[in-house]
Nanobody, 124 residues
Framework: QVQLVESGGGLVQAGGSLRLSCAAS????????MGWFRQAPGKEREFVTT????????YYADSVKGRFTISRDDAKNTVYLQMNSLTPEDTALYYC?????????????????WGQGTQVTVSS
């Protein structure tokens, strides 16, 4: 059983940056593909980005491409999400997830484990 704990969320002005972290425990972190999703009020949870084992592949939603960067540190059992040029449309609860099911995991169903989320609020 894998436990995921996100951190790094907060309130930031439009154009600013935040770095989210997700610490994993209880499993062999390096064997999982990792992803970030987000859910805005009144909307469904949506895919943001994913990174495969060994950081071989990354994939981004069009809405964040060029602004967000996912990375992982297997020695620290941690995945990161660097978010730049934030806009109010990025306001959401951000979730970290781990997948043993797919190498490139881009949908909710691809993931076995989820964190509780960290809130990101971008003011205009």
């Amino acid at each position: 059983q894998v436990q995921l704990v996100e951190s790094g969320g907060g309130l930031v002005q439009a154009g600013g940056s935040l770095r989210l972290s997700c610490a994993a425990s209880g499993g062999i972190f390096s064997t999982y593909s990792m992803g970030w999703f987000r859910q805005a009020p009144g909307k469904e949870r949506e895919f943001v980005t994913t990174i495969s084992r060994s950081s071989r592949w990354t994939y981004y939603a069009d809405s964040v491409k060029g602004r967000f960067t996912i990375s992982r540190d297997d020695a620290k059992n941690t995945v990161y999400l660097q978010m730049n040029s934030l806009t109010p449309e990025d306001t959401a609860l951000y979730y970290c997830a781990a997948s043993s099911l797919r190498v490139i995991a881009t949908s909710n169903d691809d993931y076995n484990y989820w964190g509780q989320g960290t809130q990101v609020t971008v003011s205009s």
